[in-house]
């Protein structure tokens, strides 16, 4: 199969131009980016400064889980902005106290730390462990290839993939790598030395790859008999998007700590590092922070999120059209079996591995108006938002469909 030349780039508004001339001259090019401005968003979709609308089934990297601009959202950080946007930590504010509430009553009862994202939720753990854990002498990680938790250092170091590391060596000291789901590889990898292993439910940027029950079953029950920590990094997986609060919750395995960011701000940068309330104790005064933790804006989004997720019935909806979007899924595969090799993932967390290069369907799909995620190289990742309806998923798999046909003909 050939692939057929992209059609050609439609003009540019003179906005998008002097945007991208503003990058080039003053943004540092770090990321590969699509030249489009985007300057609306809405739900599943949102428009760019030509007007053209995408729908979006890979919204904010899963960070707008609800969507873009969920209406309870938007009214929240509207309130509080009008009464307080930010409090530091020298004194309390009553919407972290909410969400704090709504994060430990949904998950396991621990307790929470606020930061500003992921890999400061992972940092916050790792830090954590050691300090808990520092009389017992225990201070390695154990982590897993395909496995992604950031890029601060910690974080870095976490990621068991090298081309994350490359070039950024000497990493932190005392963490070992094991093979995913290899049950055999974990159990060998944990010792005395061990303070925590650090494990997705389900890995996000891997390629939407669910830890099998054996393996975490196998890591709960190494963390006890070695007298470990168990984390489970549920920054992709946590709220709501898999039809359960939590990754964790299908499996009924309960981590010591869980560490979240992306959906629960809605949008806003809010990490969380929740802990066993005997284990949280560690951090007493002095020894972590974070300025911005817990800021009352973003906790306020936070809180609307459980709020909208509650009331809009948004678990039972990621269920159900989760089923439903596998099922399109599944009859792409069918009609293309050369080029799809598996459909899997929980909920609203899906992945289509295809046995080619998944940009150029990426980039077509774009052109057309739909918005979906390429991971190493093959994983097609279809991450609708929670809102999203049939009717959009029907959209979107016709769009993928056709730029199929028209890439690989
Ligand atoms: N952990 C997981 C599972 C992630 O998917 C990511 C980001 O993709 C991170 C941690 C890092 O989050 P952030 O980019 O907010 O630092």
Redesign the pocket.
């Known amino acids: 199969m050939t692939e057929t030349l992209a059609p050609a780039a439609p003009p540019r508004s003179a906005l998008t131009q002097e945007v991208l001339d503003l990058y080039g001259r003053h943004v540092i090019a770090n990321y590969g980016r699509l030249p489009l401005v985007v300057v609306r968003g809405r739900g599943a979709e949102f428009w760019d400064a030509e007007g053209r609308r995408y729908l979006d089934m890979f919204p904010g990297?899963?960070?707008s889980g609800l969507g873009h601009c969920p209406p309870r959202v938007v009214e929240a950080i509207r309130n509080q902005a009008e009464r307080l946007i930010h409090m530091d930590n020298t004194f309390y504010n009553e919407a972290q106290a909410r969400l704090a509430e709504r994060i430990s009553t949904t998950s396991f009862g621990g307790k929470c730390f606020f930061c500003?994202?992921?890999?400061?939720?992972?940092e916050a753990a790792l830090k954590l462990s050691r300090r808990y854990l520092v009389e017992k002498k225990k201070y390695k990680f154990v982590t897993f290839e395909g496995?992604?938790?950031?890029?601060?250092f910690g974080?870095l170091t976490a990621?068991a993939q090298p081309k994350y590391q490359e070039g950024f060596g000497p990493l932190v000291p005392g963490f070992v790598y094991c093979k995913f789901n290899d049950v055999a590889g974990l159990r060998s990898a944990v010792d005395g030395e061990t303070a925590a292993i650090l494990v997705?439910p389900i890995?996000?940027?891997g390629g939407i790859r669910p830890a099998s029950l054996e393996f975490l079953t196998a890591a709960r029950d190494l963390a006890d008999k070695h007298g470990c920590l168990l984390i489970f990094?549920?920054?992709?997986?946590g709220c709501g998007r898999t039809g359960k609060w939590f990754g964790y919750q299908h499996y009924d395995i309960v981590p010591d700590i869980m560490?979240l960011?992306?959906s629960v701000g809605g949008g806003t940068?809010l990490?969380v590092m929740v802990a066993k309330s005997e284990i949280a104790a560690a951090l007493v005064p002095g020894t972590h922070a974070a300025t911005y933790g817990g800021n009352p804006l973003v906790c306020a989004a936070g809180v609307a999120v459980f709020e909208t997720i509650e009331q809009d019935g948004l678990l039972e909806n990621s269920r159900v059209m989760g089923e439903y979007a596998r099922g399109l899924l599944e009859e792409v595969k069918k009609e293309f079996p050369a080029i799809v090799s598996e459909v899997r993932g929980v909920g609203l967390m899906l992945a289509a591995e295809l046995t080619h290069e998944g940009k150029p369907l990426v980039a077509r799909c774009l052109e057309h108006g739909l918005r979906i995620n390429v991971t190493h190289d093959t994983v097609i990742r279809f991450m609708p938002p929670m809102i999203v309806t049939r009717e959009q998923l029907d959209e979107a798999v016709t769009i993928l469909r056709k730029s199929m046909r028209e890439v690989w003909g």
Do not use: L
């Open positions: 990297w899963a960070v500003n994202s992921g890999a400061e939720a992972i496995g992604f938790h950031g890029r601060t974080a990621t997705e890995q996000g940027e990094d549920e920054v992709q997986t560490t960011a992306k940068p990490g």
